[in-house]
C-alpha cells in the first residue's frame, strides 16, 4: 500500500488511541451483546488514561512507535496520483479583501463540538477527532440540527451579499477572468478546509 500514486497510507495511531482500542475489544469480549454509548466510554478511557502510570502506558507508547515506522516508511514511497486530493496545489496569494467563504451547517456544528470532543478524546489523531465529529453530526435531533442549518443559510446570505460588492469593486473583465473568479472561489473553499485541518494540528 502507498506505493507510486496508490491510495494514500491509512495515518498513524497515537499510543492513546491503542489504548482506547484495547479497551473496546476488552469491553467485546466480557459484554458482547453490550451496546457501547462511545462519548461515555470515550470519557471513561481518558479519566483511567489519566491514572496510569508510565510502566503502564510504555506498551502502548511501542505500539504507537512501531505504527509511526509504518506510516514513515509507507509515506516514503507514496506518491499522490495527480486526480488524487493529497496532492496538494500551489496556492495562490489570497486577497485579503475577498470575502470570507460561507460554512456549512456541519462547520457551524464543528465550531461548538470540537472542543468537547477533544475533552473526552484527549490524544487523539486530527482525522480521529473529525470521525467522531462525522458520528455525532449524523446522531443529533433535527431540531438541533436545524440551528446550524439556520446559521449556514445566515452566512450564506451574508457571503452572497459580499461577494456581489466585491466583484463589482473589481473593474470588468471578459468571461475568462469571470470564470477564473468562479475557480478562486473553489480554491478558497478547498484551502479553508485545508485551514480548518491545521487549526487542530496546532491544537494537538
Not at 42 to 58: D, F, I, L, V
Not at 125 to 145: F, P, Q, T
Not at 182 to 191: L, N, R, V
Request: aromatic share 8%.
Amino acid at each position: 500500500m502507498g506505493k507510486g500514486g496508490d491510495s494514500k497510507p491509512k495515518g498513524r495511531m497515537s499510543a492513546y488511541a491503542y489504548f482506547v482500542q484495547t479497551c473496546r475489544e476488552e469491553h467485546k469480549k466480557k459484554h458482547p451483546s453490550e451496546n457501547v454509548v462511545f462519548a461515555e466510554f470515550s470519557k471513561k478511557c481518558a479519566e483511567r488514561w489519566k491514572t496510569m502510570n508510565e510502566k503502564e502506558k510504555q506498551r502502548f507508547h511501542t505500539m504507537a512507535e512501531k505504527d509511526k515506522k509504518r506510516y514513515d516508511t509507507e509515506m516514503a514511497d507514496y506518491k499522490p496520483s495527480k486526480n488524487e486530493k493529497g496532492g496538494k496545489k500551489r496556492k495562490r496569494a489570497k486577497d485579503p479583501n475577498a470575502p470570507k467563504r460561507a460554512l456549512s451547517a456541519f462547520f457551524w456544528f464543528c465550531n461548538d463540538e470540537r472542543s468537547k470532543v477533544k475533552e473526552t478524546m484527549p490524544e487523539s489523531s486530527v482525522g480521529e477527532v473529525a470521525k467522531e465529529l462525522g458520528r455525532r453530526w449524523g446522531n443529533i435531533s433535527e431540531k438541533d440540527k436545524s440551528k446550524y442549518e439556520a446559521l449556514a443559510a445566515k452566512d450564506k446570505a451574508r457571503y452572497e451579499k459580499e461577494s456581489n460588492a466585491y466583484k463589482n469593486k473589481k473593474p470588468k473583465g471578459s468571461a475568462k477572468s469571470s470564470k477564473k473568479a468562479d475557480s478562486d472561489d473553489e480554491d478558497e473553499e478547498e484551502e479553508e478546509e485545508e485551514e480548518e485541518d491545521d487549526d487542530d494540528d496546532d491544537d494537538d
